[in-house]
């Protein structure tokens, strides 16, 4: 499998992974302080990837030149997901999921503002078809809230979250200087932790940890290993191979992910005319993804 290849699948099962913490996450965000929650597994994602990255050749010092970089893409990485979690306290999880498929245009400018990736024709297109899908998601087909542009606060805070979320993808690339994506993602993870239990430890020390439903310690566990420090990887390892805007593109396959996940959950199939919006996602993904040449 090819540099490229590999970029893409390793964004294939990012998707799949962060659709998971949309599920649980609104099933746990009004059981706990996101700060909490969020400082607590990015700590447990620390120790895992650090575990990782011992086993597979260690943590040569060279990386933790300018340690700095680590606060910053952490601290970004970290606020997207507290902004996630005080989203999913009202929004629904497959609003919440097209709200995230917005990342890949903000992701775009980004990448042209940072590392002057153009953007083609093509893509242009690609992220109209993926905005309009996500928008009539979010406005859940009510044509009449989306004239009256009515939002729910959930989605509007967990937005905010996203353009921390879009500018983080093409920072990997700008900030990395020759680490592999298991080094890196340990420093971000590890910046993500400290700048988290800066910014919470109040929440942190106030949780009666002991007293916390299943739910909470189940979606703990998921987003620390699999939509934290797994996916920090993936993302970080797609970013050093694929340009931003495709590195997102996968966002795009996110609600569809939620769905199966609801599903599982036994929550039902959304309405028919909120899937159309859901299969504009795709069609974008499918356009991102075709080769420019």
Known sequence: ??????????????????????????????????????AVRFVIGAVVVGGIAMA??????????????????????????VMMFEGLKTAPPVSAAAVFTLTPAMAAGFGFLLLRQHMTGRMAVALGFGAVGALWVIFRADLGAALAFEIGRGEVIYFIGCIAHA???????????????????????????????AWG???????????????????LLYTAVFASAATTVLLQFAAMRLP???????????????????????NGIPPALVLVG???TAVALLLLLKDEH
Request: aromatic residues 14%; charged residues 10%.
């Open 1 to 38: 499998m090819g540099t490229v290849a590999r970029g893409h699948l390793a964004m294939l099962v990012f998707s799949a992974l962060v659709a998971g913490s949309f599920s649980l996450g609104a099933q746990a965000a009004n059981e706990i302080a996101p700060i909490a929650l969020n």
């Open 56 to 81: 597979s050749g260690g943590l040569p010092a060279r990386a933790f030149r300018a340690p700095w970089r680590y606060l910053v893409l952490g601290g970004l990485f970290g606020f997207y997901f």
């Open 167 to 197: 500018l983080y993808a093409p920072l990997v690339r700008a900030l990395n200087r020759g680490e592999n994506a298991i080094v890196f993602a340990f420093g971000t993870m590890v910046g993500g932790a400290i700048t988290l239990m």
């Open 201 to 219: 430890w109040r929440d942190v020390v106030a949780t009666d940890w002991a007293a916390l439903p299943g739910i909470v310690w189940v979606t």
């Open 244 to 266: 931003s805007s495709k590195v997102m593109a996968y966002t795009y396959l996110t609600p569809s992910w939620v769905i199966l996940w609801e599903i599982g959950f036994g």
């Open 278 to 280: 859901v299969a504009l």
